[in-house]
């Protein structure tokens, strides 16, 4: 029997679909009604102590639209935002973890906790009061982009630095026996090096990743960026769909070390959630997608991925997880002999010039078009580099074909 069920941190689950810690796990309620909805675990969002005041903008989050080909529908690429940790403080969630440990105890619940970078008591505070509630696991939020909490190092600023969060990581380790993910910025150097440092100090696993630090775009009119808080900015995370290569390569990085990583960025798809499982993620998290779609974009994840289990044979995720590990390779391990040429299926082409255009300006001048667009692909002078593939509109009306003479 194939099974989506998973294994992680001790805990069974029923599939590998988590809500990051982010607006759709924004109450107890909302992460009941995903639970009904077949999310197998969920983490709360991130937890500040009763001490820390959370006062949000509005607006918060700001996206990277476009207009799909087929129609003028605006269509969210990406999200960027400035949103702080939970408005509810930690009375709020440790009454609620309890409860939903209650009600749903066959689901997954990770306490997302953050504190001040120096803040000991604090650290330890959350920690032991969200084992107490009954939370499965803590998740350290060492990575929140904004620096919009306390006038403190904390989220990122700590993700950055491996002593601190060698540190903090160390605090809560003595202080809980339940398992410790950290949930980590990929806006660092080295993130294998900080993996390793962590697991050292007590982690039992990774979440690659939060969301990256970026501003998101400049209003032309006003010169502010965006989100415009009257008419100022700040630097936020983005998240969603621009976020998975990022998201990919951390994850590829952190794997290899041995823990159990949960992957998140940019998983909109079972497809995307396929990529990060072949790149050793055995759960995997989902924020920006359910802000889309809503959390009846579970069904399609998980008919998806099942599906893709069945067709490669598989009847379980770990059985593909980390396979593509070993294809992630130093670029001076790649194949320079096999040579490849472009070609154009002339029967779908829909003659509109951009791959003309892309390799006379971007390429090497191997494909020219005439009066009436139709390409013609010079095989002496092109170089197989894809450009011209990557640029068509048309699905695999352009591929790339092996030459049949390796040259050197
Ligand atoms: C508006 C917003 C608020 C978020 N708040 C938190 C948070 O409180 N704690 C946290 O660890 N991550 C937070 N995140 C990050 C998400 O948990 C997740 O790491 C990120 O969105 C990438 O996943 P996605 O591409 O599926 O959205 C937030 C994301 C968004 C969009």
Same mark, same amino acid.
């Given at each position: 029997m194939t099974t989506l069920a998973v294994d992680f941190l001790g805990f069974h689950l029923q599939n590998p679909f988590i809500l990051a810690s982010a607006p759709p796990t924004n109450t107890v309620e909302m992460i009941a009604r995903a639970f009904e909805r077949g999310w197998a675990g969920a983490v709360t969002k991130t937890i500040p102590l009763e001490k820390v005041p959370v006062?949000?903008?509005t607006p918060r989050i700001h996206s990277i639209a476009f207009a799909g080909f087929e129609e003028?529908?605006?269509? @969210?690429? #990406?999200?960027?935002?400035?949103?702080? @940790? $939970?408005?509810?403080? #930690? *009375?709020?969630?440790?009454?609620?973890?309890?409860?939903?440990?209650?009600?749903?105890?066959?689901?997954?619940? /990770?306490? $997302?906790?953050?504190? *001040?970078?120096?803040?000991?008591?604090?650290? &330890?505070?959350?920690?032991?009061?969200?084992?107490? #509630?009954?939370?499965?696991?803590?998740?350290?939020?060492? $990575?929140?982009?904004?620096?919009? /909490?306390?006038?403190?190092a904390v989220g990122a600023a700590i993700g950055q630095d491996p002593t601190i969060a060698k540190r903090i @990581? !160390?605090? &809560?380790? #003595?202080? &809980?026996? +339940?398992? +410790? @993910? &950290?949930? %980590?910025?990929?806006?660092?150097? *080295?993130?294998?090096?900080?993996?390793?440092?962590?697991?050292?100090?007590?982690?039992d696993g990774f979440c690659t990743i939060n969301s990256f630090p970026v501003i %998101? !775009?400049? *209003?032309?009119?006003t010169h502010s960026p965006l989100p415009s808080v009257s008419g100022k900015g700040n630097v936020g995370g983005l998240t969603g769909r621009a976020l998975k290569p990022i998201a990919l390569r951390a994850t590829s990085e952190i794997a290899p070390l041995g823990k159990p990583v949960s992957g998140c960025g940019g998983i909109s798809t079972w497809e995307d959630a396929a990529e990060f499982v072949l790149l050793g993620a055995s759960t995997l998290q989902v924020c920006s997608a359910v802000m889309l779609e809503g959390y009846d974009v579970i069904t399609d994840l998980k008919d998806g991925l099942l599906s893709y289990l069945e067709e490669n044979g598989a009847t379980q995720l770990s059985e593909l997880c980390g396979k593509a590990l070993k294809n992630v390779v130093p670029h001076s391990a790649l194949d320079v002999r096999t040579r490849r040429v472009s070609a154009v299926d002339l029967s779908t082409c829909s003659r509109c010039g951009k791959c003309a255009i892309a390799c006379r300006d971007a390429g090497y001048q191997a494909i020219t078009d005439g009066a009436d667009r139709t390409p013609m692909v010079d095989r002496d002078k092109c170089d197989g580099?894809?450009?011209c593939v990557q640029v068509c509109p048309v699905w695999e009306c352009i591929t790339l074909a092996e030459r049949p003479a390796a040259r050197a």
């Open positions: 006062v949000n903008t003028e529908a605006r269509r @969210v690429y #990406a999200f960027g935002n400035i949103e702080l @940790v $939970s408005e509810k403080h #930690a *009375d709020y969630w440790m009454a609620g973890i309890t409860k939903l440990r209650r009600d749903f105890p066959d689901r997954f619940l /990770m306490a $997302s906790i953050m504190a *001040d970078a120096g803040a000991k008591d604090d650290w &330890v505070e959350l920690a032991t009061r969200a084992e107490k #509630a009954g939370a499965c696991a803590l998740e350290l939020n060492f $990575s929140c982009p904004h620096g919009g /909490m306390p006038p403190h @990581v !160390g605090w &809560v380790r #003595a202080a &809980v026996k +339940i398992p +410790i @993910v &950290v949930k %980590l910025t990929a806006a660092v150097t *080295d993130l294998r090096q900080l993996g390793q440092t962590l697991i050292e100090a007590g982690a %998101l !775009g400049v *209003d032309l009119k580099c894809g450009l």
